[in-house]
């Protein structure tokens, strides 16, 4: 099972930037789908952005264009760099590692981000 640790979250203001950050450890760090979800309050977790063990990338099409995923293989980390921070951005952000090879997924603890207004 991978043990993911996130990091980066915060408070900031509309228009701002912040960069997640999620060190995966304890498994072997290939073949896999990463990504981010994210859950407001009051409402269901929804699919961030995903990255690839070959390095595709996929994004929700609110943040396509402000968000960008990416990851240091080397690091056996993932980031998610949020740019022009929207109020309807603030959440917990959780990172994820699923393996292609046996479909198991793991979760970090979440990571809050609230961009004031």
């Known amino acids: 099972q991978m043990q993911l640790v996130e990091s980066g979250g915060g408070l900031v203001q509309v228009g701002g930037s912040l960069t997640l950050s999620c060190a995966a450890s304890?498994?072997?760090?290939?073949?896999?789908?990463m990504g981010w979800y994210r859950q407001a309050p009051g409402k269901e977790r929804e699919l961030v952005a995903t990255?690839?063990?070959?390095?595709?990338?996929n994004y929700a099409g609110s943040v396509k264009g402000r968000f960008t995923i990416s990851r240091d293989a080397a690091k056996n980390t993932v980031y998610l760099q949020m740019n022009s921070l929207k109020a309807e951005d603030t959440a917990i952000y959780y990172c994820?590692?699923?393996?292609?090879?046996?479909?198991?997924?793991?979760w970090g603890q979440g990571t809050q981000v609230t961009v004031s207004s």
């Open positions: 994820y590692y699923q393996s292609i090879i046996t479909g198991n997924r793991s």
């Open positions: 304890g498994g072997i760090f290939s073949d896999y789908g």
């Open positions: 990255i690839s063990s070959g390095g595709s990338t």
